[in-house]
């Protein structure tokens, strides 16, 4: 146990596998465990580097097994299938984590503390609070459009249909439809009431976060998404650089180059879909109000000119995120009407 340099830790519900090798790579330790086995397991080692896939409860056992004393790393789970040798099992997952985990090269997961898991947990909430209101608003409107009765798409403007003509065609509809419209108009109350607490709790850790105050300074980046960067990427300082962390969002052209011949395509879209969605919304955003008085506008001009409408949103998210790698990695606050901070 003295030569013990590196343990793979292959995570699931119930059983856990381990594998554990030396500096040279030989197999010492190779171990099922049962949850409540596995702590107490890795209290008895000797202090080495420990592998886990970035996956559900991840983050849980790397803040854990850290307290142990051990050196945790997560790796995003695309980059350990190389390393798988055989069929995939239990036994070869985790030898592969730990052959992964010792690569010089390898890219790591940041280990999110507790209440950044719980600020992202509420973004999760209420993105799904959101797409359950858009699916009754829609069978809301395809009930009343079997009988005739066309609404207009949108919270809002149904809000307004059935405050100011619903009572117009309401006699004219059977009983047992008005009384399921009830039911599902208190359903959508509801939804939009929870939605609405969420918001406020969204809202009082933005007001609670200096964080997430210099980055709602920034044009295109509003509350939700400040919130959700802070709690994923913290200072952002495991990033070495703007242009990383934009990747990192998968706000960069994907490559398929050979021979020489370099060919880039569409953005990758890898990383954080979330995050790369509400930078897209906020460059939108900017874009559609732009005027003399926002910064930058003229670059953006010019490449609208050159570009299709798309392609200059994509790259002023791009733009977005290296600003806020710039914010939060060097500490400094937005400034408006000079030259941004270069990231």
């Not at 997560?74 to 055989?86: A, E, G, H, M, R």
């Not at 359950?132 to 459009?145: D, G, K, L, W, Y």
């Not at 100011?164 to 009431?193: A, C, F, K, Q």
Request: hydrophobic letters at 40%.
């Amino acid at each position: 146990m003295e030569q013990l340099r590196v343990i793979g830790v292959d995570l699931a519900k119930s059983v856990i596998q381990i594998h554990g090798s030396d500096s040279r790579g030989k197999c010492l330790i190779r171990k099922k465990l049962r949850r409540n086995q596995l702590l107490p397991f890795m209290a008895k080692l000797p202090r080495c580097l420990v592998g886990m896939e970035a996956c559900g409860g991840s983050h849980y056992w790397a803040r854990e097994i850290k307290q142990l004393g051990h050196d945790v790393k997560l790796i995003p789970p695309q980059f350990v299938k190389p390393y798988v040798k055989t069929n995939k099992t239990d036994v070869a997952d985790a030898e592969a984590i730990c052959e992964a985990v010792d690569r010089p090269t390898m890219r790591f997961v940041p280990i999110k503390g507790p209440e950044q898991q719980a600020v992202l947990l509420l973004h999760r909430e209420r993105e799904g609070l959101i797409k359950e209101r858009t699916a009754v608003i829609n069978r809301i409107r395809s009930s009343f459009s079997e009988f005739g009765v066309a609404i207009p798409a949108g919270p809002k403007r149904l809000r307004q249909w059935l405050s100011d003509s619903y009572g117009d065609v309401e006699n004219d509809l059977p009983s047992t439809l008005n009384r399921l419209m009830l039911r599902m108009i208190d359903r959508l109350n509801y939804i939009e009431s929870e939605i609405g607490d969420l918001d406020k709790e969204i809202n009082d850790q933005n007001k609670s976060d200096e964080r997430c105050k210099r980055l709602i300074e920034v044009p295109g980046v509003g509350r939700l998404a400040a919130s959700a960067i802070v709690a994923s990427v913290g200072d952002a300082k495991e990033f070495r650089s703007g242009r990383e962390f934009a990747a990192w969002l998968g706000l960069v052209p994907r490559q398929y180059s050979s021979g020489g011949k370099q060919n880039l395509q569409g953005i990758s879209k890898r990383g954080d879909a979330y995050i790369r969605k509400m930078l897209i919304h906020g460059a939108r955003a900017v874009i559609r109000h732009m005027n003399r008085n926002n910064a930058p506008v003229d670059w953006l001009e010019d490449l609208m000119r050159r570009r299709h409408h798309n392609v200059v949103i994509v790259a002023l998210a791009n733009k977005l995120a290296r600003t806020i790698w710039a914010l939060l990695s060097k500490e400094q606050s937005y400034k408006r009407y000079e030259d941004t901070v270069v990231a």
